[in-house]
């Protein structure tokens, strides 16, 4: 089974909209951390946020949030008030485990692009 | 501040050829990752380098690929007898420590070695 599955390929949105970008995981550890990060057509791959497993509430940074729903498995970004400089590869990654277990899995991504 | 440096940004070899890339990360970033991306796809872990600890190089294809450090600053990643499904962007993190810092410490990435095997 896939550890981080991203459903959509690709999304268009108009500009000033939100928009949400879905993530599930799947792991068996309590302690894990999630990631999105965003990756424009330069190639850099650019930390947006974070949300740990045992954060009660979801993570806010900016105009990104984080929908955070446990039981569900599902680490939704959001982004509000989209931008023409949003459009890039989103992608979603869980890091499992205690300390020790640093590597990041990473999901397929969502290519988004912003409609002027 | 000077963010993870890669080099070279472009290879392009032969076939049967041996590789190294070069990673330098952020002054003070103990942890040390690197991850291959194919066109179109996501990142896959390769290895993964935490100060004078054994290295997790659970992520490493083939015996063809090996890394190395040198105590807590530049790592090289060497391919070697190359094939054309190693093409791919070879992209390098730094990071603190979990243990030295809250626990969401975000990897932060260079702009990769873009690999084209011919």
């Known amino acids: 089974a896939q550890k981080i599955t991203q459903t959509q390929p690709g999304m268009f949105v108009q500009e000033k909209e939100a928009v949400t970008l879905d993530c599930t995981y799947d792991t068996s550890d309590q302690s894990y951390g999630l990631f999105w990060y965003k990756q424009p057509s330069s190639g850099e791959m650019i930390f947006l946020i974070y949300?740990?497993?045992?954060?009660?509430q979801n993570a806010t940074e900016g105009r990104y949030s984080l929908n955070f729903q446990k039981a569900r498995k599902s680490a939704n970004l959001v982004i509000s008030a989209s931008q023409l400089g949003d459009s890039a590869m989103y992608f979603c990654?869980?890091?499992?485990?205690?300390?020790?277990?640093?590597?990041?899995?990473f999901g397929t991504g969502t290519r988004l692009t912003i409609i002027p | 501040g000077a963010g993870v440096s890669q080099s070279p940004s472009n290879k392009v070899t032969e076939k049967g050829k041996d590789v190294e890339l070069r990673c330098d990360p952020i002054s003070g970033h103990t942890a040390l990752y690197w991850y291959r991306q194919r066109l179109g796809q996501g990142l896959e872990f390769l290895i993964y380098f935490q100060g004078n600890s054994a290295p997790d190089k659970s992520g490493l294809p083939s015996d063809r690929f090996s890394a190395e450090r040198t105590g807590e600053s530049v790592s090289t990643l060497t391919i070697q007898r190359t094939q054309q499904e190693d093409s791919a962007v070879y992209l390098c993190?730094?990071?603190?420590?979990?243990?030295?810092?809250?626990?969401?410490?975000?990897?932060?990435f260079g702009d990769g070695t873009r690999l084209s095997i011919l």
């Open positions: 993190a730094s990071s603190l420590p979990r243990d030295r810092g809250p626990t969401n410490q975000p990897q932060h």
């Open positions: 990654a869980m890091r499992e485990g205690n300390f020790g277990n640093e590597k990041l899995t």
């Open positions: 949300q740990g497993s045992y954060d009660e």
